[in-house]
T-cell receptor, first 115, second 112 residues
């Protein structure tokens, strides 16, 4: 384990459901990220937060809604998803957003299946 | 825009042999870092090695080393004495003050 935890690890949801993914980092980092990893496009950056402020949103559909209540927690709220949203959702953190020397620490991911 | 290209979707190596994974990138920035991450099956992605663009000396971490060619914008990963535990997907990543970009990954199989 790398200090970044994600819950749940597996999630199956219907297209009309609402669910949330949770990420928590215990590393004292200032930046947190959501990635989508699927077979078609292995690693897609979705959202970036720095000090609880969203700094990047890479054209992600509005059915994905991030929330960062504090620097240790990051949520991804899901509603009315599509089957093509099925993927592994990875959370990551880094010490600082703008310091390029710092690597990202990844969580184990949530395997999401939309039925 | 910064792009990272891993031209080998899959590679295989015999246990105890050496394998090299390729990565090229495109950037107009002068100050940046390059990383290799490893994602074992059903396990978390972890950092393997990092290289600062200003350093000419290639980074080395035990059996892992890089061949960094800044002018050619090439950053390959060499794994020596391959072990079964090296089997994973490997991602090359570029990071600067303004951008963080990952390649599409190379799946490495290690044959006993």
């Amino acid at each position: 384990e790398t200090g970044v935890t994600q819950t749940p690890r597996h999630l199956v949801m219907g297209m009309t459901n609402k669910k949330s993914l949770k990420c928590e980092q215990h590393l004292g980092h200032n930046a947190m990220y959501w990635y989508k990893q699927s077979a078609k496009k292995p690693l897609e950056l979705m959202f970036v937060y720095s000090l609880e402020e969203r700094v990047e949103n890479n054209s992600v559909p509005s059915r994905f809604s991030p929330e960062c209540p504090n620097s240790s927690h990051l949520f991804l709220h899901l509603h009315t998803l599509q089957p093509e949203d099925s993927a592994l959702y990875l959370c990551a953190s880094s010490q600082d957003l703008l310091a390029e020397a710092y690597e990202q620490y990844f969580g184990p991911g949530t395997r999401l299946t939309v039925t | 825009a910064q792009t990272v290209t891993q031209s080998q979707p899959e590679m295989s190596v015999q246990e105890a042999e050496t394998v090299t994974l390729s990565c090229t990138y495109d950037t107009s920035e002068s100050d940046y870092y390059l990383f290799w991450y490893k994602q074992p099956p059903s396990r978390q992605m972890i950092l393997v090695i990092r290289q600062e663009a200003y350093k000419q000396q290639n980074a080395t971490e035990n059996r892992f080393s890089v061949n960094f060619q800044k002018a050619a914008k090439s950053f390959s990963l060499k794994i020596s004495d391959s072990q079964l535990g090296d089997a994973a997907m490997y991602f090359c990543a570029y990071r600067s003050e303004s951008k963080s970009t990952f390649g599409d990954g190379t799946t490495l199989t290690v044959k006993p």
